[in-house]
């Protein structure tokens, strides 16, 4: 499949709410709102930001991750999706969006930053998902399908 080459305009338009935050390399970084205030989503457009369209090379994916703002740095790897440049990219970013900010909660035990994560240690819960706090470890329990 060949990689669409977007516009700036073009791209904005596919993420509706999203705010531009500056740039990173060479391309416009956004975020977006999720349902805690602490946390936002980062986009990296692959928008070129010399030409104002994106590279015509498919190496470089849209790259989305949960940010935590006031520490102004990633929640890590478990947070961290990408999506190809090609046809239906739109629908796909959206649906990707959708699925990191589900994975944002508010702590009940202190109010903090909670996020699904999945158990990377070799075992039986190896890929089984929970939740915890990110500000002080508080365990969420399990996350059932």
Known sequence: MAVELFTRQEFERALPGARLVGCHGHEYVY????????????VHSSVNVRTGRADGTGENSIRMYLYLEDAGRSLGKDGTEYTTR???????LG????????????????????????????????????????DRGCWGGWVEK
Do not use: M, Y
């Not at 090609?86 to 796909?92: E, I």
């Not at 109010?111 to 915890?132: C, D, L, M, T, Y």
């Open 95 to 134: 649906d990707k969006i959708a699925a990191l900010r589900a994975r944002v909660r508010k702590c009940p035990e202190c109010g903090g930053v909670g996020i699904v994560r999945a158990v990377r240690k070799e075992g039986p819960n190896r890929g089984r998902r929970f939740w915890s706090c990110v």
């Open 31 to 42: 975020a977006v709102g999720t349902s805690h205030p602490r946390v936002s989503i980062r």
């Open 86 to 92: 090609v046809k239906g990219w739109q629908a796909r």
